[in-house]
């Protein structure tokens, strides 16, 4: 049974960081790309970065790039998104996500990822 597990949201002021954190278990982790979602209230759930099984590749939507990294420990079995730099049009519910099979590609659509944290809400005050 594949359990997703983000942690590290909260308030912050605007211009300020968080590092959101995903513990992933019931898969073989190093093989999996993984991608950070968010959704703001009465919006899409939209990518906002991914990473592939090794980490050597990377997305990032236009809207976080330069502020926003994604990285992972497969030591760990867990990523990572350090957000720097927050607005508060970045305010919304963090989710980690992965695809259903080992080495897919998903793209930047969230019906290409099956397995779903429960979110971590992040709120950033101007």
């Known amino acids: 049974q594949v359990q997703l597990v983000e942690s590290g949201g909260g308030l912050v002021q605007a211009g300020g960081s968080l590092r959101l954190s995903c513990a992933a278990s019931?898969?073989?982790?190093?093989?999996?790309?993984l991608g950070w979602f968010r959704q703001a209230a009465g919006k899409e759930r939209d990518l906002v970065a991914r990473?592939?099984?090794?980490?050597?590749?990377?997305y990032y939507a236009d809207s976080v790039k330069g502020r926003f990294t994604i990285s992972r420990d497969n030591a760990k079995n867990t990523v990572y998104l350090q957000m720097n730099s927050l607005k508060p049009e970045d305010t919304a519910v963090y989710y980690c996500?992965?695809?259903?099979?080992?080495?897919?590609?998903?793209?930047?659509?969230?019906?290409?990822?099956?397995?779903w944290g429960q979110g971590t809400q992040v709120a950033v005050s101007s």
């Open positions: 996500a992965a695809p259903r099979n080992p080495w897919a590609k998903p793209g930047t659509n969230r019906y290409a990822y099956d397995y």
């Open positions: 990473i592939s099984w090794s980490g050597g590749s990377t």
């Open positions: 019931g898969l073989t982790f190093s093989s999996y790309s």
